[in-house]
């Protein structure tokens, strides 16, 4: 699977672009707040129907304009795909498939698999529970439109029960009965993301052991462990013993919300001993071996997105990279950097066919270099 041609409207700083893209490396460098990483977010919101960093779709409009157009043409399985996502101003979002919009959003999840890596993903190790959730949510939702789906119900009774512990806290009352259904409405969807989130833990470890050792050039061992109340007790059990608890903070205190994962290097806990080129180099294994998870589950290969790859990194670190990238079969690659000549002189080294294109001030242009 690959994107051959982009083109974006209105989308962030680009007023109209069209972009024809390589199949293997492609390059967009450029001085910081150019616009590099809004292709990367272009081709990541094609790919998953929302931006990765969480902006709200009119945010993503260009300033003064009241819509934005995103259009990809991908090959997938020896078959033209195009992928067209609308958004404007009091208009429902639209997201097509060969001109055929999509009933639900959320159905189009995994059809086109990405994987982008940004400097600002080490909060998945530094930052709280909900990224490494967030992460592990990501990875699966692009595998299993079941999990998909009971995420998106449990987060959705999730919601509806919380509400309730707020209005019977601003009413002074207490209507266990009424939990009681909203317990009962999360049990399923939890039972099966639990399930799958211990299975993809034990069967996700040894990858991400295995590739770090690779990045890190023999020099360092990471562990990963998943922590659940439910690998203790049942839902309903936890629930029911949290209740009070949950009536005097107003939310739900108990499920897999909760969940969390530890990470490890060289056996001391990676968010307090890691330095920031050990962080990065943690957060590229880990987005790697997502990638190759995705790739071996859904056998094809994902889109690989890397946003800013040499912040932080040792040269000895970025060249274990991008061997890594070349003689692994990755895929097609898309690679943001600020310095111009940096990566055309390392691929050319690693003797690799690449495009590389000159960003400025939402402009795109076929390097020469």
Avoid at 142 to 170: C, E, F, G, W
Avoid at 209 to 238: M, N, P, W
Wanted: hydrophobic fraction near 35%.
């Amino acid at each position: 699977m690959h994107l051959r041609r982009l083109i974006l409207t209105n989308f962030k700083n680009y007023e109209k672009q069209m972009i024809d893209c390589s199949p293997t490396i492609n390059g967009y460098v450029g001085l910081n707040g150019m616009g590099k990483t809004n292709l990367l977010d272009a081709i990541y919101y094609l790919c998953m129907g929302r931006s990765y960093f969480r902006f709200s779709d009119m945010n993503l409009v260009k300033h003064g304009e009241d819509f934005f157009r995103l259009e990809g043409l991908f090959e997938r399985e020896d078959k033209a795909e195009k992928i067209v996502a609308k958004v404007g101003k009091r208009r429902k979002k639209v997201l097509e498939r060969g001109d055929v919009p999509y009933q639900r959003l959320s159905d189009h999840i995994g059809l086109l698999p990405v994987v982008i890596i940004t400097p600002d993903d080490t909060s998945i190790v530094t930052e709280g529970s909900e990224e490494r959730r967030r992460f592990v949510d990501n990875t699966l939702s692009q595998l299993d439109p079941t999990y998909l789906r009971h995420l998106i119900t449990y987060n959705k009774v999730l919601k509806q029960r919380n509400s309730a512990l707020k209005q019977m806290a601003s009413e002074n009352r207490y209507t266990p009965d009424l939990l009681a259904v909203y317990d009962e409405q999360l049990l399923g969807p939890a039972a099966y993301i639990h399930a799958q989130r211990k299975t993809f833990t034990s069967n996700f470890e040894p990858g991400l052991r295995q590739l770090h050792f690779l990045i890190s050039g023999e020099r360092e061992q990471v562990a990963c462990q998943y922590k659940s109340k439910l690998l203790e007790e049942d839902l309903a059990t936890a629930l029911l013993a949290s209740r009070e608890k949950d009536r005097i903070l107003q939310r739900t205190t108990a499920g897999i919300h909760r969940d969390d994962w530890i990470f490890e290097i060289d056996e001391q806990p990676l968010k307090r001993f890691a330095s920031q080129g050990q962080l990065k180099s943690f957060v590229l294994a880990l987005k790697l071996t997502q990638y190759n998870w995705l790739k071996n589950e859904k056998k094809a290969a994902p889109l690989l997105l890397l946003d800013d790859i040499f912040d932080k990194l040792d040269h000895q670190r970025v060249q274990h990279l991008l061997e890594l990238l070349i003689q692994g079969e990755y895929g097609q690659v898309f690679i943001t950097d600020t310095a111009q000549d940096r990566l055309s002189k390392i691929l050319s080294n690693l003797k690799t066919e690449y495009l590389q294109f000159v960003i400025i001030n939402g402009t795109a242009e076929p390097s020469s270099s």
